[in-house]
Nanobody
Framework: QVQLVESGGGLVQPGGSLRLSCTAS????????MGWYRQAPGKQRELVAT???????SYADSVKGRFTISRDIAKNTVYLQMNSLKPEDTAVYSC?????????WGQGTQVTVSP
């Protein structure tokens, strides 16, 4: 069974930084894409950032210039560096892996931005 394990969430003050990690239990060498989604209480899940197998990245407008997605294929891991965090970034962040044969999700990690 394929697993995605997220880590790096926590409580941070506004203006602070966190780095999320998502490690897959299979090789991501041939992935279509890997990305991060978030869902705040009472809101729909939204796409935050994605990175394709070729290395192209895309971001939600709300995080452009503040968040950076990257990958380490050798470690089967994708990262989300989050800087200049705002209270509105508070959400459960989930990792998503799209392969040719299937799509996989992690369990999520809580990010709370509060004074």
């Amino acid at each position: 069974q394929v697993q995605l394990v997220e880590s790096g969430g926590g409580l941070v003050q506004p203006g602070g930084s966190l780095r999320l990690s998502c490690t897959a239990s299979l090789s991501i060498f041939n992935m279509n894409s890997m990305g991060w989604y978030r869902q705040a209480p009472g809101k729909q899940r939204e796409l935050v950032a994605t990175i394709t197998g070729g290395g192209s990245t895309s971001y939600a407008d709300s995080v452009k210039g503040r968040f950076t997605i990257s990958r380490d294929i050798a470690k089967n891991t994708v990262y989300l560096q989050m800087n200049s965090l705002k209270p509105e970034d508070t959400a459960v962040y989930s990792c998503n892996l799209r392969m040719i044969q299937a799509t996989y999700w992690g369990q999520g990690t809580q990010v709370t931005v509060s004074p």
